[in-house]
């Protein structure tokens, strides 16, 4: 239902210069969007390593605890190391995560939503506590009832993936917020509306015990007290909804309810997109599902890149009832796709879904 770009690859690594001496671009992937005036805006996750010509080594960059850049240098083949993940290091024995590259988030600005343009420096950058291993995939919801943004992220270290989060009302000034989940949680979404007097968010907790990596929903009088916790989508036992899903970009309203795009990823790390709707004043409830997915990687760009086989979306618009998904394609580029919001909301009614809610 989908149609993709003829732009498409809307961004890759090669169209922006690093932001550190001594460091290439390798992944411009997972971007938050939304708009303000006649603009629509980026929020980019960059992600950069250090530049070496010998592939015996990986260099591991982080920032320790005086806020320097530094690197944890490890040979490929040693055995005290998991290294067989591009993204990333384990020590064998702690488990300890080292990631392979920095990431920060870059602002871009595009009069078409199709070409953009960005900043050279960074929007937001690691702290040497919580956001150590850099800053990643970021959403952005501008809220109706505050009359500003909010910007979401997952804040990565030692400690694990935390959630982020910081307003802005010009993207200009920010004002950090602190954390709004302790790790290890990702793919936090926020409405852009409080339901029933309450602030919203769907967030995807990483249960060890368990493994199951569902999308649960929490409640907030203020964005800062988070709880009133609940499961709201799970994973299938098979097919391609049968490893983790999560959140992708924040929920959209449609006259059918709450629009939310979402990421699945089998047992084999094959990511696609799905969908799903929830009543107006019941997001807790889901009302339909997709039962295949609406964009799962077919091109080169999608197929083959940092890790290929990856369609993720961080952010998604409505625009002249055109449904736009950006989203990252194999870890490594930003890419578009659009489809008319009828067809999408028709396809969703078709189906039945389970009623995951209460």
């Known amino acids: 239902m989908f149609s993709r770009s003829p732009a498409n690859p809307l961004i890759s690594p090669a169209d922006l210069s690093s932001a550190r001496d001594g460091f290439e671009v390798i992944g411009t992937f997972n971007a938050g969007v939304a708009v303000q005036s006649d603009e629509v805006l980026m929020l980019l996750r960059v992600a950069e390593r250090p530049i070496h010509d010998d592939d015996a080594w990986i260099h591991c960059p982080y920032v320790n605890a005086a806020g320097?850049?530094?690197?944890?240098?490890?040979?490929?083949?040693?055995?005290?190391?998991?290294?067989?993940?591009?993204?990333?290091?384990?020590?064998?024995?702690?488990?300890?995560?080292?990631?392979?590259?920095?990431?920060?988030?870059?602002?871009?600005?595009?009069?078409?939503?199709?070409?953009?343009?960005?900043?050279?420096?960074?929007?937001?950058?690691?702290?040497?506590?919580?956001?150590?291993?850099?800053?990643?995939?970021?959403?952005?919801?501008?809220?109706?009832d505050d009359q500003t943004y909010y910007v979401n992220y997952s804040a990565v270290s030692p400690?694990?993936?935390?959630?982020?989060?910081?307003?802005?009302?010009?993207?200009?000034?920010?004002?950090?917020?602190?954390?709004?989940?302790?790790?290890s949680n990702r793919d936090v979404v926020i409405f852009p509306r409080k339901l029933k007097g309450q602030y919203v968010a769907y967030h995807r907790p990483m249960p060890a015990y368990s493994h199951q990596y569902n999308i649960w929903l929490a409640t907030s009088p203020d964005m800062i007290h988070w709880g009133q916790h609940q499961v709201v989508l799970r994973v299938e036992r098979d097919g391609w909804e049968s490893g983790r899903i999560?959140?992708?970009?924040?929920?959209?309203?449609?006259?059918?309810?709450?629009?939310?795009?979402?990421?699945?990823?089998?047992?084999?790390?094959?990511?696609?997109?799905?969908?799903?709707l929830t009543p107006h004043d019941q997001p807790e409830r889901v009302i339909a599902r997709s039962a295949a997915p609406i964009l799962e990687p077919i091109t080169p760009y999608e197929l083959e890149g940092f890790f290929g086989n990856v369609v993720f979306t961080c952010g998604a618009l409505i625009q002249n009832d055109l449904l736009r998904v950006y989203y990252g394609a194999a870890d490594e580029r930003m890419a578009l796709a659009e489809a008319p919001l009828t067809v999408v909301l028709d396809s969703l009614l078709k189906t039945v879904a389970p009623n995951y809610g209460r």
Not at 106 to 135: I, K, M, Q
Not at 175 to 182: D, K, N, R, S, V
Not at 247 to 259: C, K, N, S
């Open 68 to 144: 320097e850049l530094a690197l944890k240098h490890i040979r490929r083949d040693d055995p005290a190391y998991h290294t067989h993940d591009p993204r990333m290091v384990r020590d064998a024995t702690t488990g300890q995560m080292w990631l392979t590259s920095i990431s920060h988030l870059r602002l871009g600005r595009s009069r078409d939503g199709v070409h953009f343009t960005f900043d050279d420096n960074c929007w937001l950058a690691h702290d040497p506590e919580y956001a150590s291993y850099g800053v990643e995939d970021a959403r952005i919801t501008w809220h109706e």
């Open 159 to 183: 400690h694990g993936i935390a959630t982020g989060l910081v307003r802005t009302a010009d993207f200009h000034h920010l004002e950090p917020l602190g954390l709004m989940f302790l790790p």
């Open 246 to 276: 999560g959140g992708g970009a924040p929920p959209l309203w449609t006259e059918h309810g709450w629009l939310s795009i979402y990421h699945a990823a089998d047992r084999h790390d094959r990511y696609c997109l799905g969908a799903y």
